[in-house]
Nanobody
Framework: QVQLVESGGGLAQPGGSLRLSCAAS????????MSWARQAPGKGLEWVSG????????YYADSVKGRFTISRDNAKNTLYLQMNSLKPEDTALYYC????????????????WGQGTQVTVSS
């Protein structure tokens, strides 16, 4: 039973930081590339960041590049998203997503998602 459980969201002021975590279970975490995506209220889903299964490469949406850092600890089956220099437009429900394919690289095809963790950036 695949499970992805996000945590670490909350309220932050503009310019502040939050670190999101995604605890994965039910599959061989180290075999899969992972991503973070977000959905702001009333808006569509936006891909945020992705990381290769072995952590050897990372990718970011232009909107977060230079501010967010994705990482993973395969020994702990955990995916992270360090969010710095937060902006109000970062306010969204953040989801952890598992790649559909057992592969090192990102294919941007997902089969499981967590329940999401809310990030609110407001002064």
């Amino acid at each position: 039973q695949v499970q992805l459980v996000e945590s670490g969201g909350g309220l932050a002021q503009p310019g502040g930081s939050l670190r999101l975590s995604c605890a994965a279970s039910g599959f061989t975490f180290s075999n899969y590339a992972m991503s973070w995506a977000r959905q702001a209220p009333g808006k569509g889903l936006e891909w945020v960041s992705g990381i290769y299964s072995d952590g050897s490469d990372t990718y970011y949406a232009d909107s977060v590049k230079g501010r967010f850092t994705i990482s993973r600890d395969n020994a702990k089956n955990t995916l992270y998203l360090q969010m710095n220099s937060l902006k109000p437009e970062d306010t969204a429900l953040y989801y952890c997503a598992k790649e559909r394919n057992d592969a090192i690289r990102l294919r941007f095809e997902y089969d499981y998602w967590g329940q999401g963790t809310q990030v609110t950036v407001s002064s």
